[in-house]
């Protein structure tokens, strides 16, 4: 007998989108658990926590795709029941914006903010065709020649829980870290996707850009490099099939660095540009 | 007679420290009148509005300089009476998150908000040393081989307000666009500083950052391009002296584009980087 061949989950109806789902409670105020499943050496991983913020807002807002979103990281969040308060700032005819907390509750029930979001939001469909991108696609290798969890080098959210549900394929140049010999350069290449084989939509794609290790690595520092402020842009809806995220860094000065991803889909298009400023703790 | 020579205005002394000044009315409360010097073509800087909205901050957190900064322009301001609300998100050791809202009054007296921003500040002066840039400075002539509003081609801030305040020398390369010859790269360089010979500051470099012409400019294209967000990481106290301001725009696709700006002080140090998302409204 032939094992079943599992299809492809959909967008809407994956693990992805249930566990970002949130619960409208009252007008501005929503409920989730927040999954283990999205941890990472115990830390809920923060493109999974922006997609949640990113979801409340497109429940609130008029419009649905995020445009620009910001968020500051304020303390670190843990699995289970969280809040999101959600307030419209402005709703206009092309552009809303808003803003989002996620809060939890400290051992004495006292509401701790984990992190706050500004964003504007818009209607990716409703734009025009028009292209004139000078950015090219990175350039890493196919998939096959790419280096994921499963017998690579690479410890990277190895026997982690948010490993089994992301396709993360490495470009081998941006390795080298893992095997003590970090290239210096300060860049970090790989394939992204959901690992049930969901397509990407603009929420995914607030994954995508925090979803790689930190580029610190391949500058060869190994400590935690937890990131304070992160801004993301969605340029587009993404295509089907997975998308290729590059990050670099270009200036680490003073115990900070800043990380900028480029999103590209599988029609070579830019579908989101983000930038992150992070701090360097010193392992 | 000769003519008084007159000394260079000082840090906290000088125009723009008297134009973005805020008085505080009551905890969190702070009135302002914005100035008609610092307009073009009626419309209030929007470099400008971000420094009167980060001193309110600076007043409010404890800690006095902006390390990420997140703008959300909702409404144009007008020159005259305003109020800025702020709000302390979390105050840390290293650093703290604040909210600050600018506001103006209808002709009815309603509350019109007119930018939205999200900041965490610290203390640049505490940082370490330590440098690992690999980003350069940009190549730009010296000063006197850079273009001016004065006996130049480029019509930028001519005769406007905000042109006697600015000291903007632009690149001879980036300004083929005033002549009917934009280069078609996106990029816009410049030497700047304030016209009465002011250092830089931390918020002097939120104006630096918004104070050149669009880039889209020298993509070829005229009209008008609001900011719809602008985020900007001050990663060193400046050195005294102008700075080198170099913008790119990498992706102009479905009516928006980014902008990148990298802010050089006369040390040769990646003082401040920037990016913001614009529309482009075609004239």
Same mark, same amino acid.
């Given at each position: 007998?032939?094992?079943?061949?599992?299809?492809?989950?959909?967008?809407?109806?994956?693990?992805?989108?249930?566990?970002?789902?949130?619960?409208?409670?009252?007008?501005?105020?929503?409920?989730?658990?927040?999954?283990? $499943? /999205?941890?990472?050496?115990?830390?809920?991983?923060? !493109?999974?926590?922006? &997609?949640?913020? @990113?979801? =409340?807002?497109?429940?609130?807002?008029?419009?649905?795709?995020?445009?620009?979103?910001?968020?500051?990281?304020?303390?670190?969040?843990?699995?289970?029941?969280?809040?999101?308060?959600?307030?419209?700032?402005?709703?206009?005819?092309?552009?809303?914006?808003?803003?989002?907390?996620?809060?939890?509750?400290?051992?004495?029930?006292?509401?701790?903010?984990?992190?706050?979001?500004?964003?504007?939001?818009?209607?990716?469909?409703?734009?025009?065709?028009?292209?004139?991108?000078?950015?090219?696609?990175?350039?890493?290798?196919?998939?096959?020649?790419?280096?994921?969890?499963?017998?690579?080098?690479?410890?990277?959210?190895?026997?982690?829980?948010?490993?089994?549900?992301?396709?993360?394929?490495?470009?081998?140049?941006?390795? $080298? /870290?893992?095997?003590?010999?970090?290239?210096?350069? !300060?860049?970090?290449? &790989?394939?992204? @996707?959901? =690992?049930?084989?969901?397509?990407?939509?603009?929420?995914?794609?607030?994954?995508?850009?925090?979803?790689?290790?930190?580029?610190?690595?391949?500058?060869?520092?190994?400590?935690?490099?937890?990131?304070?402020?992160?801004?993301?842009?969605?340029?587009?809806?993404?295509?089907?099939?997975?998308?290729?995220?590059?990050?670099?860094?270009?200036?680490?000065?003073?115990?900070?660095?800043?990380?900028?991803?480029?999103?590209?889909?599988?029609?070579?298009?830019?579908?989101?540009?983000?930038?992150?400023?992070?701090?360097?703790?010193?392992?």
């Amino acid at each position: 007998m032939s094992e079943a061949v599992t299809a492809p989950a959909a967008v809407g109806d994956s693990e992805f989108d249930r566990d970002t789902a949130v619960t409208e409670r009252a007008p501005g105020l929503h409920d989730i658990d927040l999954s283990e $499943g /999205w941890t990472i050496f115990g830390a809920v991983n923060g !493109g999974y926590l922006l &997609a949640v913020l @990113g979801r =409340a807002l497109a429940d609130t807002l008029p419009h649905g795709d995020p445009f620009s979103l910001t968020a500051h990281y304020l303390s670190a969040s843990r699995p289970g029941p969280a809040v999101v308060r959600t307030e419209t700032v402005r709703a206009g005819r092309t552009l809303s914006t808003g803003q989002a907390s996620l809060l939890q509750y400290d051992e004495e029930g006292r509401e701790v903010e984990r992190i706050r979001v500004l964003a504007s939001y818009g209607d990716l469909d409703a734009l025009p065709d028009d292209v004139r991108t000078s950015a090219k696609p990175p350039a890493i290798p196919p998939p096959g020649q790419c280096f994921g969890p499963e017998g690579s080098p690479v410890p990277q959210g190895d026997q982690q829980p948010i490993a089994d549900r992301l396709m993360l394929k490495l470009d081998p140049a941006t390795v $080298g /870290w893992a095997l003590g010999q970090p290239s210096g350069k !300060g860049e970090m290449r &790989a394939w992204f @996707g959901l =690992a049930d084989g969901r397509d990407h939509d603009p929420f995914s794609l607030l994954l995508a850009v925090d979803a790689l290790p930190p580029t610190a690595f391949d500058l060869g520092i190994s400590g935690w490099v937890p990131t304070i402020e992160l801004t993301v842009h969605v340029r587009a809806r993404p295509a089907p099939g997975p998308v290729r995220v590059a990050i670099t860094t270009r200036n680490l000065a003073g115990g900070f660095l800043e990380e900028d991803a480029e999103v590209w889909d599988s029609q070579d298009r830019l579908v989101a540009q983000s930038r992150q400023l992070a701090r360097v703790l010193r392992g």
